[in-house]
């Protein structure tokens, strides 16, 4: 169906794709799996028009295309879903599907005859969207059936995704897949960009791996595992579990909750009751399904959750900074991994130089003249310093944050917060939508911060990395600690239970 | 510069193709330095305000073209000269428009309104060898003629004619912006209604205190309809558009057996079509003839500068007669009115005027 | 584009390095904008009958020759350069201030009013006051609808504007019935002290003539370019600022209190603002005028959009923008059919492109524009 030969896309200095060959089967599932920055996307953005290739060329159905814009790979039966939507939220989805192919002249016109093909459409897989629902109503999961439809309505033979799971929970991410098997017996032909080894393994027929702008394999799914991808991605064995020694060195009693309750603004307690420690020298990991009051409880400690919602105790030591502010909290030493680091750890148009001073840019070395003046040259130096010791790539304080991988970005984050020595970490989801090789680096240096004698205190909704890191975790479930389980003992399913029923 | 030109040239040589127009220029050709060229700066209000810029617009195209700015005739001769116009928009825009003919060697540069003397004062100091005019202001400089109207002479008949054509004993007056210019109108129009009526109720409002108070149509009909509503059964604007409010008010009031029962007085230019029937009369303000005279008067090399007074032996003022009010003015008012006029030219009789000091 | 300068690794540090984009990448659209406007334009003038060369000779040629239209051109581009920076800051700090116009009228007052008031006193102790006068009382007004939004969550578009009926009514009121000499028909306060009086710059280069009403304010308004540029980029309130307006809760995450940061891009942009009450007070009409804004305030969110909200594009913006109002009479007086309409038109068509920009940036762009208006 899709061929792309020697392709070749160079921005600058890096050379995105470097000769890629990618063949893609009619009416196959192909996975298309890499490391943040190995090409996957540009190789597809090029298929789809977004950009041109310097050379190579792609072929449709064995016949040479020039595709110089995304029209012309729609004309082509190509059709493409982004990470990030491209819907315009206070319109309807009939209308937002119209948009830019209206079959009529007039958009309204076009909108009432196009709303029986949608139904239509929509009802043949399954996908339960309404035509006339608004975009801005509906949930994230929805939002992206109807980029589907999209594609769809404009008779796409070959959808390419574009980590399409990133933002799905883990039961939509099922419902999702069974979409996409169900277009592949329509004859439908399925392109996924993903870096997840367990969904390539679920969903696709064939996978292309690259790695460096290359293509460094091409496999049958049934042929392959977990091991083997991973290894390609990376080019060496990963550790999917941490090695680590247990904590040694457990001090004094750090944080201290107690009967800790963060309320939303319609009353309902997000956080009900928790009482907990966490010791000097240990890391304590929360693990829980998502939107179980994980979120509420982290900004409830580093400060961040309006005072008139919290309610109990928070104890640093023998201070009680129920009521501090983040910034008096950071200067006690509490430094914060924040789970979304777009909407919280980055301001993603600043440089890195500047966001590596988040936090502290009023206090030296960022400041000076009283923490009026900004130093300029001390600021790209500490920038720097933090970029060598966490190997953020490229190593340019200059850069926008937005240009980073979200590995990249994420070390910077970890470094920066690294670079407060803390006496406690909340450290949330840290390794989400990072690449392999950033997941053990950043694993690595969280142990290694622990047996320094800080406080850990782990939020992430994989199991397996709560449980690989964490010396004890607690579980939590609508709001409370269902209970407390040891993570050499326990076993996936007794943690799994106790998220999911809290007992 | 010279490349953009060429650039923008054979940017709008494409665009224009298919138009494939000529360029008209009909113009540009008289301006040939040997003729007298006239600048005017009007005011924030644009010369198509249908009152007072549009009567000094009349004027100057008068005197260019010896017809109204419509194409009849005005009767009096074209002048030969070259005419250019700036509309300011605002007051910011108004020393440097009149900068702009001065810069370009102008020969006499008019003002329209008095907010413009002090600036005209300003530009004229700098070039004394350029001659000025300012309508409705005064300046003493030596390059500069001050234009001034007797509105309250105007104002006398218009008062007179409305106390006589009053049925309740009440009439009223509408001021746009509360100045002593305004006053002047005012007081005259008192004087005349008392002349013949020494009972009479004058009711006076005015629609505010800044420039907004020219141009609120909506507070000018509020106030003419409070008038009407305490017996007021003839009102004089003097409000620039907002006077515009007041012939909504009075239309509203409607007729009895085909007759208007209340009237409104047009000020500034002929406003007795502007509702046909309702308008009594208009106190015209003849800034055409004015600024026709200082033209002339700088062609023929007459210009003298000082104050040029146009009162009603100058037939700078007066009240308009036409085919609308005909019929609305019985002929012993406009007798009366028309002898009032005599005595006034005459010197028998003096009109306050409100703003003298 | 992005992905370019991902790749280019700048090793010295330019002044336009906070661009998001390259310099290139940043001046393109703007000169587009500007080049398709005199396009359409152009086509305008066509239209009703005039020579589209001819005009935009006499345009450009009015405004660019020496000493006047230079003179004008600067004069004209000074209170926009104040207006532009304030619409920056707030901008900057994630705030749109529509106020900028009733912000400058209540610093123009009260620069005539500190002027008419302790006009004995000498320049030395006069001119620092009047100019205190300005910058306080325009960021006071700023502050305020700053201090809505932090303490009641107003949004400061509804709040500034309704501000400006508030202050021209306010300072109308004050002209009209407490400092306008008696008798006087014209909306206008009495003169200041002639301490308070800033030297125009026919003073000080030879060949200009002092009739020429630019005057020391157009060199302020170059030092607060500079200013603003170091505030914005070189001091913490500056870095709390925009880290606010990019992000407010990464703001908030780092600490930075996102309701104080209100307040004071407010009072900072205010303070911008009033500062045209210095160009008009002391150093044109030595005097209050009422109605005295040519929509600067209005005209400085175009400026700051032109300039791409930095403090070197709004120095441009404004100085294209001064030479269209002086070209603009000249083409008003000087053409047969053309009215100074033609300008606001330019004007308006540079505004659409510039907003338009997406258009051309493709799908990235058009992208996040479309996220952002989910939003």
């Known amino acids: 169906m899709l061929e792309l030969r020697n392709i070749t896309k160079r921005f600058g200095d890096v050379l995105a794709n470097d000769r890629v060959n990618i063949t893609v089967q009619s009416g196959t599932i192909h996975a298309i799996i890499g490391e943040n920055g190995a090409g996957k996307s540009t190789a597809m953005r090029i298929a789809y028009g977004f950009y041109t290739a310097d050379s190579g060329e792609i072929l449709i159905d064995g016949t040479v295309c020039r595709i110089a814009a995304p029209r012309d790979a729609i004309a082509r039966g190509i059709g493409m879903v982004h990470q990030h939507f491209m819907l315009v939220g206070p319109m309807t989805v009939a209308e937002n599907i119209v948009l830019g192919a209206e079959p009529g002249s007039a958009l309204a016109l076009g909108v009432t005859t196009a709303s029986a093909d949608i139904r239509r459409l929509s009802g043949e897989l399954g996908l339960a969207v309404d035509p006339d629902a608004v975009v801005d109503h509906l949930s994230v999961g929805q939002q992206q059936r109807v980029e589907l439809l999209k594609a769809l309505y404009r008779h796409a033979q070959l959808l390419i995704l574009d980590e399409p799971t990133a933002v799905l929970t883990p039961r939509e991410v099922d419902e999702f897949f069974a979409i996409l098997r169900g277009m592949r017996e329509q004859g439908k032909t399925v392109v996924i960009i993903t870096h997840k080894l367990s969904e390539v393994l679920a969903i696709s027929d064939e996978v292309t791996v690259m790695r460096d702008g290359r293509v460094v394999?091409?496999?049958?799914t049934k042929e392959t595992n977990a091991a083997e991808l991973a290894r390609l991605m990376v080019d060496r064995d990963v550790l999917l579990r941490v090695d680590k020694p247990a904590a040694t060195m457990l001090g004094a009693t750090t944080l201290r909750v107690r009967s800790l309750s963060v309320r939303a603004h319609d009353g309902a307690a997000r956080v009900d009751r928790v009482s907990f420690d966490v010791r000097a020298g240990e890391i304590v990991g929360i693990a829980g399904v998502e939107g179980n009051g994980q979120t509420e409880l982290i900004e409830a400690l580093s400060g961040l959750a309006e005072a008139s919602t919290v309610s109990g105790e928070i104890r640093l030591g023998d201070q009680d900074i129920t009521r501090f502010g983040a910034r008096a909290r950071r200067e006690l030493g509490i430094a914060h991994i924040p789970e979304d680091r777009h909407r919280r750890g980055l301001l993603l148009e600043f440089d890195l130089a500047e966001n590596s001073i988040l936090g502290v840019h009023y206090r030296k070395p960022a400041a000076y003249a009283g923490g009026i003046l900004l130093d300029d040259p001390a600021i790209r130096r500490h920038a720097a310093d933090i970029i060598a010791a966490f190997d953020v790539r490229p190593a340019n304080v200059d850069l926008p944050a937005r240009a980073l991988s979200g590995g990249n970005q994420q070390k910077l984050i970890v470094g920066r917060e690294f670079d407060l020595r803390p006496t406690l970490l909340l450290v949330a989801q840290p390794t989400r939508g990072v690449d392999i090789g950033a997941i053990e680096f950043i694993h690595r240096k969280l142990i290694a911060l622990r047996d320094e004698g800080c406080a850990v205190l782990l939020v992430s909704a994989e199991i397996e990395e709560v449980t690989s890191l964490s010396d004890r975790v607690l579980v939590i479930h609508r709001g409370r600690i269902a209970g407390e389980v040891d993570p050499k003992a326990a076993t996936v399913d007794e943690i799994g239970l106790l998220m999911t029923r809290g007992h | 510069m010279d490349r953009f030109t060429l650039f923008l040239r054979a940017v709008l040589l494409c665009v224009l193709v298919p138009a494939g127009t000529a360029c008209h220029r009909q113009r540009d050709s008289a301006d040939d330095p040997s003729r007298i060229h006239v600048g005017i700066v009007f005011d924030i209000g644009g010369k198509d305000d249908r009152s007072f810029n549009a009567a000094a617009f009349a004027g100057v195209t008068c005197a260019e073209t010896g017809k109204w700015p419509k194409g009849d005739t005005c009767g009096k001769p074209a002048l030969e000269i070259v005419l250019r116009d700036i509309e300011p928009g605002n007051p910011t825009s108004i020393e440097p428009a009149m900068r702009a003919f001065a810069e370009r060697g102008y020969d006499l540069i008019i003002g329209v309104g008095f907010a413009q003397a002090p600036i005209v004062e300003t530009v004229a100091k700098d070039y004394p060898r350029i001659h000025f005019?300012?309508?409705?202001?005064?300046?003493?400089?030596?390059?500069?003629?001050?234009?001034?109207?007797?509105?309250?002479?105007?104002?006398?008949?218009?008062?007179?004619?409305?106390?006589?054509?009053?049925?309740?004993?009440?009439?009223?007056?509408?001021?746009?912006?509360?100045?002593?210019?305004?006053?002047?109108?005012?007081k005259g129009y008192e004087?005349?209604?008392?002349?013949?009526?020494?009972?009479?109720?004058?009711?006076?409002?005015?629609?505010?205190?800044?420039?907004?108070?020219?141009?609120?149509?909506?507070?000018?009909?509020?106030?003419?309809?409070a008038q009407i509503g305490k017996g007021a059964d003839v009102i004089f604007t003097a409000a620039g558009n907002s006077g515009l409010g007041a012939f909504d008010a009075v239309e509203q009031a409607g007729r009895v057996n085909g007759r208007a029962t209340h009237f409104v007085i047009g000020v500034d230019s002929n406003q007795n079509m502007v509702k046909p029937g309702f308008v009594l009369t208009s106190m015209?303000?003849?800034?055409?003839?004015?600024?026709?005279?200082?033209?002339?008067?700088?062609?023929?090399?007459?210009?003298?500068?000082?104050?040029?007074?146009?009162?009603?032996?100058q037939d700078g003022v007066g009240y308009s007669m036409d085919q609308y009010n005909k019929d609305l003015m019985a002929p012993e008012t406009v007798r009366e009115a028309e002898d009032a006029k005599k005595k006034i030219i005459a010197g028998q009789i003096t009109v306050t005027d409100a703003m003298a000091k | 584009m992005i992905l370019d300068d991902r790749a280019r690794s700048a090793p010295t540090r330019s002044p336009f390095r906070h661009y998001s984009d390259g310099l290139l990448g940043e001046l393109i659209f703007p000169l587009i904008a500007v080049l398709a406007a005199f396009v359409v334009g152009g086509v305008m003038v066509l239209v009703v009958g005039d020579d589209p060369i001819q005009t935009y000779r006499l345009l450009l040629g009015s405004a660019l020759s020496w000493p006047d239209g230079i003179g004008y051109t600067l004069f004209y581009a000074t209170p926009l350069i104040f207006t532009g920076l304030a619409v920056l800051v707030a901008f900057r700090g994630g705030l749109l201030n529509i106020g900028a116009e009733g912000q400058l009228y209540v610093a123009a007052f009260a620069t005539a009013w500190a002027g008419i008031t302790f006009a004995n006193l000498s320049a030395w102790a006069l001119l620092p006051l009047c100019f205190l006068a300005a910058i306080l009382a325009g960021a006071v007004w700023g502050a305020i609808p700053g201090v809505l939004k932090a303490r009641f969550g107003s949004h400061e578009v509804i709040t500034t504007i309704m501000l400006n009926f508030v202050a021209v009514a306010l300072v109308g009121y004050f002209t009209q019935y407490h400092y306008k000499a008696p008798g006087d028909p014209i909306m206008q306060t009495t003169m200041i002290g002639g301490g308070a009086h800033i030297a125009r710059l026919g003073r000080f280069i030879p060949g200009f003539p002092e009739r020429i009403p630019l005057n020391l304010s157009f060199v302020f308004a170059l030092i607060a370019c500079l200013l603003v540029h170091l505030f914005l980029w070189r001091t913490t309130w500056g870095y709390e600022i925009r880290a606010t307006g990019s992000n407010p809760q990464a703001a908030e995450y780092g600490g930075i209190s996102i309701r104080k940061q209100m307040v004071l891009a407010m009072a900072v942009s205010g303070a911008l603002a009033g500062m045209v009450g210095i160009n008009e007070v002391l150093g044109y009409r030595y005097r209050h005028y009422d109605g005295f804004s040519a929509n600067y305030g209005?005209?400085?969110?175009?400026?700051?959009?032109?300039?791409?909200?930095?403090?070197v594009g709004v120095?441009?913006?404004?100085?294209?923008?001064?030479?269209?109002?002086?070209?603009?009479?000249?083409?008003?007086?000087?053409?047969?059919n053309v009215t100074k309409d033609l300008v606001d038109v330019l004007q308006g068509i540079v505004i659409l492109f510039v907003a338009a920009e997406a258009l051309f940036r493709g799908p990235f762009a058009s992208h996040r524009l479309l996220k952002r208006s989910k939003i």
């Open chain 1, 217 to 220: 394999g091409r496999l049958h």
């Open chain 2, 133 to 186: 005019a300012i309508v409705d202001g005064v300046s003493e400089l030596p390059n500069v003629a001050s234009l001034i109207f007797k509105e309250h002479e105007g104002s006398y008949l218009v008062g007179l004619v409305a106390a006589r054509t009053s049925r309740t004993g009440i009439i009223g007056f509408l001021g746009g912006m509360d100045i002593g210019l305004i006053h002047r109108f005012e």
């Open chain 2, 191 to 225: 004087e005349g209604a008392r002349s013949v009526n020494p009972n009479i109720r004058v009711i006076q409002n005015y629609v505010g205190v800044t420039d907004a108070a020219w141009n609120n149509p909506g507070k000018g009909k509020e106030l003419a309809l």
């Open chain 2, 284 to 313: 015209v303000k003849r800034v055409d003839n004015a600024v026709y005279a200082i033209v002339q008067d700088v062609v023929n090399g007459k210009f003298q500068a000082g104050i040029h007074v146009y009162g009603l032996g």
């Open chain 3, 298 to 311: 209005f005209t400085g969110i175009a400026v700051a959009l032109l300039g791409r909200n930095h403090p």
């Open chain 3, 315 to 336: 120095l441009f913006a404004a100085m294209l923008f001064g030479m269209m109002i002086r070209g603009g009479i000249f083409v008003d007086a000087f053409t047969n």
